[in-house]
């Protein structure tokens, strides 16, 4: 069980419960020590009934003492009996079930004994008393149905821990009515905000820096308001620093561009002039300034993709189409290099989304495999479609044949800048932005992309990107 209203809410009714069942234990065990014994009500009528039918018995005979019970049957619906010492019946009526086994628990010091069960239908009752003679005599007496005002057990008697359970179980009735409402209004209390500070969280780790606690969580004078508090200045600074960063790359990039323009200008002006043993150096120049230039182009994509700017043109996009164009590009670029790019497996899938961007994800992911994998060997790109938990994904996986990642940096080469020692360094061409383009671009469309080493060998890059249906 991870819900934590849940918790609340079964940890205070569980709470309530136990109090109340200790209530009644503790009440139950005051009242035996506390109280004097309690007179049960049918006594003194049955003790009159069978002191009457010993003398009439001893008087004039069961003759006699059989009528007499029959006119106490009639009057009373009580149906009695008379059992002598040894236990045998002496006015020829009939004998309930257990009279006998009830007449011998009474003794001189508690003549009256009374019976329930539920097992029972009707109770009995059993009263000693002696006759005239002194001779002792016993009346079992199976008293009416549950019209018949039965007396309340006292504690010790047979039967008072049924009716202890009875009241406990109305006890507990009214807990779990009044308990339970008032506990779930206090777990929803606790947790409602929770889930609202959960739901801005998530807002704000999707990339809506704008995202922020409500003005009515945050006026609480509690620790949850301070909570919200402390949480929308957190995300206010994160939104600045955030929004500084991208304006500052913005900036520099069509800063440099103005220069690297000029200096590119210049550099043919040179060449012009220049005798031919400058070539080599001019050469050199020229490279390094196109590496700039496209580094300057990538940058101002990131920012690009970063502030969203492409979030309102959601198009149909058809992924097979798509992922075979960026394949057939690479791959005529990759001959040239004695590589090739293949598409191994392409399922027909569409989905919603800004194609530049989507294309921009994919080619970025490709062309750093073609970077990396060896010489005479073929980038392997798989499209599928996948349903999970009800679900519908596009799964575009790209796999490489190089030197692989070491697993300490898998997850940290989609972050910009970010290049690995020795095996991916900037010898090889590489910007490292490349692949943080690619992870903004996915995660702006509400997928994923994962990095793993192959079991022989390689990397395998995974975009997965939700199904989506276009929006007209």
């Not at 065990?29 to 002191?51: H, K």
């Not at 059989?66 to 020829?92: K, M």
């Not at 995660?443 to 060998?457: C, E, F, K, V």
Request: aromatic letters at 6%.
């Amino acid at each position: 069980m991870r819900s934590f209203f849940l918790k609340i809410l079964l940890g205070f009714g569980l709470a309530m419960v136990l109090v109340n069942v200790a209530s009644f234990v503790t009440g139950v065990i005051i009242e035996r020590r506390s109280q004097p014994p309690r007179t049960n009500p049918i006594a003194p009528m049955l003790g009159v009934y069978a002191q009457t039918a010993a003398e009439i018995l001893e008087r004039d005979g069961q003759g006699a003492l059989s009528s007499y019970l029959d006119r106490v049957e009639r009057a009373s619906r009580i149906h009695a009996v008379v059992l002598n010492e040894s236990g045998e019946e002496l006015s020829g009526r009939p004998v309930p079930a257990g009279a006998s086994e009830l007449a011998k628990r009474t003794t001189e010091s508690a003549p009256f004994v009374f019976e329930f069960s539920p097992q029972q239908p009707q109770p009995l009752a059993a009263q000693a008393v002696r006759a005239p003679s002194g001779t002792r005599y016993t009346m079992v007496a199976e008293m009416p149905g549950p019209d018949f005002p039965r007396p309340p057990p006292r504690p010790g008697e047979h039967g008072s821990f049924l009716f202890g359970l009875h009241l406990l179980g109305q006890s507990m009735l009214t807990v779990l009515l009044v308990g339970g409402l008032f506990c779930y209004w206090l777990a929803r209390y606790v947790t409602t905000p929770i889930v609202k500070l959960r739901d801005t969280t998530h807002e704000l780790a999707a990339g809506n820096l704008t995202a922020r606690i409500s003005h009515k969580l945050i006026k609480r004078r509690d620790e949850i308001g301070y909570l919200g508090r402390d949480f929308n200045l957190m995300a206010g600074r994160i939104e600045s620093l955030v929004e500084a960063q991208r304006r500052l790359l913005r900036d520099i990039s069509h800063e440099l561009r103005s220069p690297l323009a000029r200096l590119r200008v210049a550099l043919e002006l040179v060449r012009r002039r220049a005798a031919p043993e400058l070539s080599v150096g001019l050469d050199r120049i020229e490279r390094e300034s196109e590496s700039i230039n496209e580094m300057i182009g990538q940058l101002l994509t990131l920012s690009r993709v970063e502030s969203g700017a492409d979030r309102l043109r959601n198009v149909p996009v058809d992924l097979c189409a798509l992922v075979k164009d960026v394949a057939d590009d690479a791959d005529f670029e990759a001959r040239s290099r004695n590589r090739s790019v293949r598409v191994t497996t392409s399922d027909a899938c569409t989905t919603s989304g800004v194609p530049e961007l989507l294309r921009s994800a994919i080619e970025n992911v490709v062309r750093n495999a073609v970077h990396y994998t060896a010489e005479a060997t073929e980038v392997e790109i798989t499209l599928r479609c996948e349903d999970v938990a009800a679900e519908r994904y596009v799964l575009i996986s790209v796999r490489d044949h190089g030197a692989g990642v070491p697993e300490e940096a898998i997850n940290e080469i989609f972050r910009p800048f970010y290049r690995v020692e020795d095996a991916r360094d900037r010898q090889t061409g590489g910007t490292g932005l490349g692949l943080a383009i690619a992870a903004r671009a996915v995660r702006l469309h509400g997928g994923s992309i994962t990095a793993a080493n192959a079991p022989d060998g390689g990397l395998i890059v995974e975009l997965r990107l939700p199904v989506r249906e276009y929006q007209y």
